[in-house]
């Protein structure tokens, strides 16, 4: 096949694409309140909206009255398959916002609302509806997966991977400013208690006999573990490896933190010094970490300032399972669906994408690495998702359409056992 034959499906497949609005079908998502727990009518809207452009679609139960989405269009069966995956549910609704989170405003360019992730679940959407109207024969099976539950560990992808449903490659659309993302963090969660002395702030006690605010020595211990969402150097309290791809992590984020009287928190009596502080401390991971490493780290650090402060006591506890992998993994950059996507980006942006270079995801995506399927993050948006007035620019949507649906056609005709073409 000559360059020029290359550069005609390419060229059909955008010009039916002009035809298609994402950014007006993510308008449509992001009016359409889907908390965790709360996905139903997103679902239904999901559903008859894949079947409206020519999909296969199933719903599969995760949980009563939460349904993953799945919709496939088939190949012929000798060729390679791909799986687009992305989650339905979305954060809650944080003090600071200006827009209506479910107003889908756009303004200067930018779409604001839940476009976590369904400013990238528009695209996949989009580029599906392309290539069916393209007419283009696929060789290899498109599977969309719109799944539930990644905000809680990933339990819609979970399910998806143990009920059999597979394809040679993946792509989640977790919104990484149009980059490929190829390195994973690991998530450890732990619960550290600090324990205290209670009193009253106007009594006297006898000599010896010393009040201890829980919530001083938690924020001391504070101090010394640093600044959240910021990478930790080597050489500090978290010992690690220097990894390549993981320049932004570790880090930590002290995510919750409570005070007051017992391990109930009672707070209706503030006069009383507290004599409990609990926290959870969120550690992201990079390869060669894990739960372990990290609790042997912390431990140490709380036993060096319980010796510099013999007041200073603290329990550790391992909090219940997140279902994420406590360690970090990285993809291989010389799969055949990170060749289709650079080649898809270069061709509709005119230049190579980024690679990594932002904070490594916790995600979906270590899923499908751990199940040994090969594959990436690419999707729109990123700067701006998960804080108030989350929003996204509406042209990544059609950019991110544009290299879903030219990465299909290229991973999704290819007969498995074929040359792969150089990067």
Not at 128 to 155: C, H, P, Q, R, T
Not at 204 to 233: R, V, W, Y
């Amino acid at each position: 096949m000559n360059s020029s034959e290359k550069i005609n499906p390419q060229k059909t497949i955008l010009s039916c694409l002009e035809e298609i609005d994402a950014v007006k079908l993510a308008q449509e998502m992001l009016r359409i309140p889907s908390y965790s727990g709360q996905e139903k009518e997103m679902t239904e809207f999901l559903s008859e909206r894949m079947k409206k452009v020519g999909l296969e679609v199933e719903l599969r139960e995760v949980e009563k009255d939460r349904y993953n989405v799945i919709g496939r269009l088939r190949g012929s069966g000798e060729g390679q398959s791909l799986i687009l995956n992305g989650h339905i549910e979305h954060n809650m609704v944080g003090e600071g916002w200006t827009k209506d989170p479910f107003g889908a405003v756009i303004e200067d360019g930018w779409l604001y609302g839940f476009v976590h992730m369904k400013a990238a679940n528009a695209a996949f959407l989009a580029a599906a509806e392309a290539i069916i109207n393209s007419g283009i024969e696929l060789k290899g099976d498109l599977v969309i997966e719109y799944v539930i539950g990644e905000l809680e560990g990933g339990k819609g992808t979970r399910q998806t991977l143990e009920e059999g449903i597979r394809a040679d490659f993946y792509i989640v659309g977790e919104p990484s400013d149009l980059a490929i993302l190829t390195a994973y963090a690991g998530h450890v969660l732990i619960r550290i208690n600090v324990l205290g002395r209670m009193k009253h702030f106007a009594t006297a006690l006898p000599s010896g006999d010393k009040a201890i605010s829980a919530i001083e020595k938690m924020a001391n211990l504070i101090t010394a573990l640093g600044p959240s969402q910021i990478p930790i150097k080597p050489g500090g309290w978290l010992k690690f490896e220097p990894r390549l791809g993981f320049e932004l992590a570790p880090q930590i984020n002290v995510g919750v933190i409570k005070g007051g009287i017992s391990r109930q928190i009672q707070d209706w009596r503030p006069a009383l010094l507290p004599d409990f502080c609990t926290m959870l401390l969120d550690v992201r991971t990079i390869p060669g970490m894990n739960f372990d490493t990290v609790e042997r780290d912390l431990i140490g650090l709380m036993e060096s300032i319980s010796e510099k402060d013999p007041e200073f006591r603290y329990e550790v506890e391992r909090k219940e399972d997140t279902s994420f992998p406590d360690e970090g993994t990285d993809e291989p950059r010389d799969s055949y669906v990170f060749g289709a996507v650079t080649r898809a980006h270069e061709f509709v942006e005119k230049e190579r994408p980024q690679v990594n270079g932002k904070f490594p995801k916790v995600c979906d995506a270590i899923h499908f690495a751990r199940a040994g399927i090969p594959g990436l993050i690419y999707g729109p948006g990123g700067m701006y998702t998960s804080r108030p007035d989350e929003r996204c620019r509406v042209d990544e949507i059609r950019t991110a359409a544009k290299v879903y649906a030219l990465t299909i056609a290229d991973v999704c005709t290819r007969i498995r056992g074929e040359a792969t073409p150089r990067v």
